[in-house]
């Protein structure tokens, strides 16, 4: 079983940064890929961002294109935490923003991950 609790929302104006964090218990985290979801009121859940298992082949990520160029993934195996850097905030981009981890290679639809944080607001004022 593997324990997800997310952090580092909040409100910030257009333009500014957030940094969320997840960080796992339970079971060794680098061995899971590790995805960011947002769901805006009144929208479905969509992918943000995802970070493949740190092992023999390396580090993945993968973005939606809505957010590349602004929003980093990362991890930090020691610590049992992946990062989201958001930059360059936009209202859109308004959303509650859970992390969730999965066994196995990255994916971006939601219903392949197999553990959830509960989600952290952000907000972001024009």
């Known amino acids: 079983q593997v324990r997800l609790v997310e952090s580092g929302g909040g409100l910030v104006q257009a333009g500014g940064s957030l940094r969320l964090s997840c960080t796992a218990s339970?079971?060794?985290?680098?061995?899971?890929?590790v995805g960011w979801f947002r769901q805006a009121p009144g929208k479905e859940r969509e992918f943000v961002a995802a970070?493949?298992?740190?092992?023999?082949?390396?580090?993945?990520?993968s973005y939606t294109d809505s957010v590349k160029g602004r929003f980093t993934v990362s991890r930090d195996n020691a610590k049992n935490t992946v990062y989201l850097q958001m930059n360059s905030l936009k209202p859109k981009d308004t959303a509650v923003y859970s992390c969730?981890?999965?066994?196995?290679?990255?994916?971006?639809?939601?219903?392949?991950?197999?553990?959830w944080g509960q989600g952290t607001q952000v907000t972001v004022s024009s």
């Open positions: 969730a981890a999965r066994t196995g290679s990255i994916r971006s639809i939601w219903v392949d991950y197999e553990y």
């Open positions: 339970g079971r060794t985290f680098s061995s899971f890929a």
């Open positions: 970070i493949g298992r740190s092992a023999w082949s390396g580090v993945s990520t």
